[in-house]
């Protein structure tokens, strides 16, 4: 892939650790862009709150500890 592939390495990724759903999940706002790679970056941080959101709701309904 020849841009967007960085949004693979560890470097870019553990920015998104310990992050909830209530927390600002945003590039440009805690969450760093890499340059070239726009779309990558916006579409990865978009499902991580989509997963954070997610999560949350399960676990408040007890189908998740």
Do not use: C, M, N
């Not at 470097?11 to 890499?34: E, L, P």
């Amino acid at each position: 892939e020849p841009r967007g592939g960085e949004v693979a390495y560890e470097a870019w990724r553990k920015q998104f650790r310990g992050k909830t759903a209530a927390d600002s999940v945003r590039v440009d706002k805690g969450i760093r862009s890499i340059s070239g790679a726009t779309i990558s970056v916006h579409a990865v941080t978009a499902g991580v709150r989509r997963v954070l959101a997610d999560l949350t709701t399960w676990h408040r309904a007890g189908a998740i500890w």
